[in-house]
């Protein structure tokens, strides 16, 4: 999956709507301390689904809308859009947009979509809010101190087999409630007799 471009509004400091064109040959962004670069990478896993604190260096959901300055008031809500082509050439839009005290909704290509249908999305191409791709701050020491589940985990996110222990987990409890339905029906066709 190839990322073409991020758009922002409102999200952490992005106050004003920013596009940031992800053109191939993209290795890096410079820039002086406090002007951003960490909440680009933040946007890009805000939008893919992730909801964990310490990886958006949040203290709440609602902490990823800009929320104000001296010089101007808070923002009501935050928006992400991110624009990739798959692997077999198909446009995706996902957009991601939290409102104050309304919580987050997504979007797949104008229409409405589950968090799960879009971590599904991203898992089956590989990639997603915890791939490995995304490198942040102290990363790299994390990888060398991970537990063995855990690096286990990074190289099945990187195999793009991460979305399939989320579907087996889905037919597992179905199957569970299957067996409850039926185990149900028997003792009703048993009341019968
Ligand atoms: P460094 O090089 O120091 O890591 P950086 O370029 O990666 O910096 P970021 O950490 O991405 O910068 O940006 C931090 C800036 O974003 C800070 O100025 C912080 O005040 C601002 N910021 C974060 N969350 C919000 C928010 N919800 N509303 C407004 N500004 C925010």
């Known amino acids: 999956m190839h990322f073409r471009r991020l758009k922002l509004s409102g999200f ?39 909801n964990s604190p310490k990886s958006l260096r949040s203290g709440g959901m609602e902490d990823v809308i800009f929320a104000g300055t001296a010089q ?23 957009v991601r947009r939290i409102e104050r005290g309304a919580g987050s909704a997504y979007r797949i290509n104008g229409r409405d979509v589950r968090a799960k249908d879009v971590s599904l999305t ?21 990888v060398i101190a991970a537990k063995p589940t855990e690096r286990r985990m990074m190289l099945e996110e990187a195999a793009g087999i991460a979305g399939l222990h989320v579907r087996r987990r889905d037919a597992e409890s179905k199957l569970r409630q299957t067996e409850a339905n039926l185990a149900r029906l028997e003792d009703l066709m048993a009341g019968l007799d």
């Open 12 to 50: 952490k400091s992005f106050v004003e709507p920013s596009e940031l064109r992800i053109e191939p040959g993209l290795t890096g962004v410079v820039g002086p301390n406090g002007c951003g670069k960490s909440n680009l990478l933040e946007a890009i896993r805000w939008v893919m689904g992730e």
């Open 122 to 142: 991203f898992a089956d191409a590989a990639t997603g809010a915890h791939s490995p791709a995304l490198v942040s701050q102290g990363k790299i020491a994390q």
């Open 72 to 94: 101007r008031p808070q923002r009501d809500f935050a928006e992400v859009v991110l624009d990739a082509t798959t692997d077999s050439g198909e446009e995706l839009e996902v």
